[in-house]
């Protein structure tokens, strides 16, 4: 038996988030996801979803000919199999990044690939699923994110990036509006306000596209 993942999209966009934000970009996204978080904007992909061999996968990235590989989900890190697909697109030559909940262990993951660690808020209804031992293997490399739906979520965001000195560990922080939750003037305007050392995000496939699955 091959080695196999359940997924349920392959697409090629431009990147909506993180560091690369702009860039083309293939997704890959896998099917299911232990949390629920009260703002997810990929529940179609909680169940469902083909399953398919990661050399089947890897065949259809390739012929997008892409620079940036993104595997998303879904939890990514729910399935074991993504370890190896992560290790296998790097191998491959791609600059990959992995969008995960901070819920799972990261530590298996291959050193090449960028992670974006979210920290769940208090207002996604799932903070209780940090990990937070996740946050000690985070390198220059990573990116952590806040979601970030009311005032309470910003300031318990500001809290964990001044006790964890997460400015310092990874190399972006990055604080999103939750999509319909927050507008993200007023975060904007909270984070000029207090200088903090983080980069607003903007979802811009959801500017472009209006949050249509595939793009
Ligand atoms: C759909 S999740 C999939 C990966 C992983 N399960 C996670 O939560 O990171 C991808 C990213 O979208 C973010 N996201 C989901 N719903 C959102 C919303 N309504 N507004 C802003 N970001 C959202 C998540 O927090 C996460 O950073
Ligand atoms: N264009 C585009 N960029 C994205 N970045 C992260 C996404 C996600 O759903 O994880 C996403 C997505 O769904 N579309
Ligand atoms: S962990 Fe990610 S995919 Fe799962 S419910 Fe939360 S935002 Fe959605
Ligand atoms: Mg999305």
């Known amino acids: 038996m091959q080695d196999t993942l359940r997924i349920t999209e392959v697409f090629y966009s431009l990147q909506g988030e993180t560091r690369t934000a702009g860039l083309p970009t293939v997704f890959v996204r896998l099917t299911g996801c232990p949390l629920r978080c009260q703002y997810c904007d990929s529940a179609y992909a909680f169940s469902g979803g083909t399953v398919r061999t990661l050399d089947d996968i890897l065949e259809q990235v390739a012929g997008y000919k892409p620079r940036y590989v993104c595997v998303t989900g879904g939890e990514p890190l729910a399935q074991p199999n993504a370890i190896p697909l992560l290790k296998q697109l790097c191998d491959a030559g791609y600059e990959v990044s992995l969008e995960t909940s901070g819920a799972l262990d990261i530590s298996a ?3 090449r690939v ?3 660690v979210d920290l769940k808020t208090p207002d ?6 940090n990990r937070y031992e996740n946050i000690e293997l985070l390198t220059a490399n990573d990116q952590v994110k806040f979601v970030i739906c ?3 979520d910003y300031e318990w965001a500001n809290s964990k990036l ?3 000195g997460l400015d310092r560990r990874a190399g972006e922080v990055l604080f999103s509006p939750s999509h319909h939750d927050l507008n993200a003037r007023d975060l904007a305007d909270w984070v000029v306000a207090d200088n903090l050392p983080v980069r607003l995000q903007l979802q811009l496939h959801k ?3 209006n949050d249509e699955p595939g793009r």
């Not at 996604?124 to 699923?129: D, G, N, Q, T, V």
């Open 109 to 111: 993951v291959d050193p």
């Open 114 to 116: 960028s992670r974006v």
């Open 124 to 129: 996604s209804k799932e903070s209780h699923r």
């Open 150 to 152: 009311s005032r309470d």
């Open 162 to 164: 001044i006790q964890y």
């Open 207 to 209: 500017y472009l596209w």
